[in-house]
């Protein structure tokens, strides 16, 4: 009687991002407590919100929605389109 008997899916946020919620949680406490640069920059942030943009649309349309390489890593920001 072999087999998996439990799932090796992790389906929890704590679950599936345990090492990266706990690196965040100690950079945020150096950046307060040790006066430490904050290690996330404006532009990460951007970034990681126009592919999520272009993924809400995809969902919404039904379609591809195509991420330009110089749209992610251009600071300037653009208007919601089918080419974001």
């Known amino acids: 009687d072999s087999g998996v008997r439990v799932s090796r899916l992790k389906h929890s946020f704590p679950q599936r991002f345990q090492q990266?919620?706990?690196s965040e949680m100690d950079a945020?406490?150096?950046?307060l407590l040790d006066n430490k640069e904050w290690p996330?920059?404006?532009?990460?942030c951007i970034r990681v919100q126009k592919v999520a943009d272009a993924a809400r649309i995809s969902c919404a349309t039904k379609e591809v929605v195509q991420v330009k390489y110089d749209d992610i890593t251009s600071s300037s920001?653009?208007?919601?389109s089918s080419n974001l």
Do not use: M, V
């Not at 996330?40 to 990460?44: C, F, G, K, M, V």
């Open 20 to 22: 990266a919620f706990g």
């Open 40 to 44: 996330i920059l404006a532009e990460d």
């Open 77 to 80: 920001s653009s208007s919601a």
């Open 28 to 31: 945020f406490a150096d950046t």
